[in-house]
Nanobody, 120 residues
Framework: QVQVVESGGGLVLAGGSLRLSCSAS????????MGWYRRAPGKQRELVAD???????NYADSVKGRFTISRDNAKNTVYLQMSMLKPEDTAVYYC??????????????WGQGTQVTVSS
């Protein structure tokens, strides 16, 4: 079983910055990818950014140039540096971790979410 825990959300003024952190722990043999998703009120959950073990990144068009995802493979930790925040970035941000556990069983684990609120 793999546990995922996020931290770093909060309230920020438009134009400000926040850094989210996410750590995965448990029966992890290989970590294929870690990423951040978000769900705004009344909307479906959407991908914000993800990163593979090799460092390849993928961003939603709405955050390109403003958000940066990075990863510490040794710690199974992923970060999301968010800059130039906009009110439309307000959402619950969820961390996702995908890989294989010992025994090579696949896992796809989610954190509980952390609230990011951007006020104008």
């Amino acid at each position: 079983q793999v546990q995922v825990v996020e931290s770093g959300g909060g309230l920020v003024l438009a134009g400000g910055s926040l850094r989210l952190s996410c750590s995965a722990s448990g029966s992890i043999f290989t970590m294929a990818a870690m990423g951040w998703y978000r769900r705004a009120p009344g909307k479906q959950r959407e991908l914000v950014a993800d990163i593979t073990g090799g460092g390849s990144t993928n961003y939603a068009d709405s955050v390109k140039g403003r958000f940066t995802i990075s990863r510490d493979n040794a710690k199974n930790t992923v970060y999301l540096q968010m800059s130039m925040l906009k009110p439309e970035d307000t959402a619950v941000y969820y961390c996702n971790a995908r890989g294989r556990s010992f025994g090579l069983l696949p896992f796809d684990s989610w954190g509980q979410g952390t609230q990011v609120t951007v006020s104008s």
